[in-house]
């Protein structure tokens, strides 16, 4: 069982910066494939980064490569999402996740954080 808890998500402005954090409970990151998701209103969920950590692959979305980092720090058991030069259009509730196996889609992740806001401003 893992448990998982987000924050730093806020306001900002188009063009600023936010890091989101997520603090696992139970087993550790280097376990499973971990991900962030957002949900913006009346869209579906969607994969941002993904990254599975035993041999490093990762996944950005073509929408924010180049902006979004997935990063973690496995003393603090936590997984990052460094967000640079935010948009109004990355705007929404973002999750983290975990799955055992590598996938990229919502579907096949086990558990899931309760979500934070991002809120990006023109």
């Known amino acids: 069982q893992v448990q998982l808890v987000e924050s730093g998500g806020g306001l900002v402005q188009a063009g600023g910066s936010l890091r989101l954090s997520c603090a696992a409970t139970?087993?550790?990151?280097?376990?499973?494939?971990s991900a962030w998701f957002r949900q913006a209103p009346g869209k579906e969920r969607e994969s941002v980064a993904v990254?599975?950590?035993?041999?490093?692959?990762?996944y950005y979305a073509d929408s924010v490569k180049g902006r979004f980092t997935i990063s973690r720090d496995n003393a603090k058991n936590t997984v990052y999402l460094q967000m640079n030069s935010l948009k109004p259009e990355d705007t929404g509730v973002y999750y983290c996740?975990?799955?055992?196996?590598?996938?990229?889609?919502?579907?096949?992740?086990?558990?899931w954080g309760q979500g934070t806001q991002v809120t990006v401003s023109s």
């Open positions: 990254s599975r950590w035993r041999d490093g692959w990762l």
């Open positions: 139970g087993r550790t990151f280097s376990s499973y494939t």
């Open positions: 996740a975990v799955s055992s196996v590598w996938a990229v889609v919502a579907g096949a992740f086990d558990f």
